[in-house]
């Protein structure tokens, strides 16, 4: 038994290892993926391109201004005279807010009364023009507190703010709020389930192609055998890909991991064996590499869409998030986030690695009695 594995895992090695082409999907589009997604997929708000509509153009007008700029998340790219000119900026893309402060803003702010100010945001990106409102209201806010102490002070001859709650902050895990951290631990295990999908997927489909599997069918090869010769080079290829892209992550990125990497080894063996189930299923009911390549983009882009890695599963509806228990990615993304980031354990990540094992176990029990369905 052990000497026929060995043979096809030989021949496995040696098909997937002469083609080049295979080798740069192999090795190389992790590396990209890794860097793409590390500098590009990100929540982070910052050089919030702006524009400024200051028909006052006063001291206390340009001292706002210079907060708004001050606050390293704003940069003003234009001032504008002219409301056809803000219309212009807005509706082509070329500024997310605008900034218009009327004439008299200073004028009334000596006087002691309220001063309408103006914030236009590009809502496009509802996301985005959130965070912008919530920077521009707590820069305000503190533009307002600094006029009104000072209006105190000139009444009173001196004031002291009153005793009130200092709320301070801490955020635990992700000191810094750096949204690369959460998602390029996430990035492992969306390249891992691309990678084991498409070449497993393959896997069988392709000695059906080029008519090798009825010589296969003839031989004496057990089922169980197959199966091992098959997925095991892929399984060692989704580990290689792990350690290559969480170097990168942790040296390149600066991800920090405090938990056990030991713990990280085995969920992700639990995890492959899930994606290598699920690929060798789409491998025996496909009768092309076609077919084969379509059906894993038909599992894979809703898998992703369905795990959290993008977008949070509790806002999704109730019937979604009832789905998503069917998704292995879900749980790998949890395991994945909780080691890098949290550093916890199997006291508590047991459900999530339990939820991969029964799942691995069923998949790759699917797939084999196809597969000898398909043999028979």
């Known amino acids: 038994m052990i000497e026929r ?37 990100t929540t982070d708000v910052k050089n919030i391109t702006t524009a400024v509509y200051d028909l006052d153009n ?14 390293g ?11 056809r000119r803000v219309r212009e900026l807005v509706d082509r893309g070329k500024v997310r807010a605008v900034i218009h402060m009327n004439s008299g803003f200073e ?3 000596r006087a002691g009364r309220s001063v309408q100010l103006q914030l236009i945001v590009d809502g496009t990106d509802s996301n985005t023009a959130g965070v912008i409102l919530d920077y521009s209201s707590k820069i305000v806010a503190q533009f307002s507190k600094k006029i009104l102490i000072a209006r105190l002070t000139q009444v009173k001859g001196s004031y002291q703010m009153p005793v009130g709650v200092d709320m301070q902050t ?24 691309l990678i084991t999908l498409m070449l497993t997927s393959m896997a069988v489909v392709r000695e059906k192609e080029i008519g090798t599997i009825e010589q296969i069918m003839v031989t004496p090869i057990r089922q169980i055998e197959f199966i091992l010769g098959k997925t095991v080079p892929f399984a060692l290829i989704g580990f290689a890909d792990v350690i290559l892209v969480t170097v990168i992550g942790v040296f390149w990125f600066e991800v920090p991991i405090r938990g056990n990497l030991f713990l990280l080894f ?39 869409l369905l795990s959290g890695f993008m977008f949070p599963i509790a806002n999704m509806p109730r019937a979604i998030q009832w789905l998503t228990y069917l998704n292995p ?3 790998f993304l949890e395991i994945v986030r909780g080691i890098f980031l949290k550093g916890i354990g199997t006291e508590i990540l047991w459900p999530q690695m339990l939820a991969l094992m029964v799942m691995g176990i069923l998949t790759l029990w699917f797939a084999s009695r196809r597969f000898q369905k398909t043999m028979t």
């Open 107 to 109: 004028e009334n702010l």
């Open 58 to 71: 006063t001291v206390a007008s340009r001292e706002l201004t210079a907060r708004f700029v001050k606050s």
């Open 266 to 304: 085995f969920a992700t063996a639990l995890y492959i064996m899930t994606t290598l189930g699920i690929g060798l299923f789409i491998s025996t009911v496909s009768q092309t590499q076609q077919q084969a390549m379509m059906s894993t983009f038909f599992f894979y882009f809703p898998a992703v």
């Open 329 to 331: 990615l879900r749980y």
């Open 170 to 193: 801490r955020a635990w895990f992700n000191e810094n709020l750096e949204s690369r951290n959460f998602y390029v631990p996430g990035v492992i295990a969306i390249i891992v389930m």
């Open 73 to 83: 998340y704003f940069k003003v790219i234009e001032y504008v005279s002219n409301e």
């Open 5 to 41: 594995i060995r043979q096809i895992l030989i021949k496995e090695f040696i098909q997937m290892f002469r083609d080049r082409k295979m080798m740069g999907i192999i090795f190389i589009m992790p590396v990209l993926q890794t860097l793409v997604f590390g500098y590009a997929v």
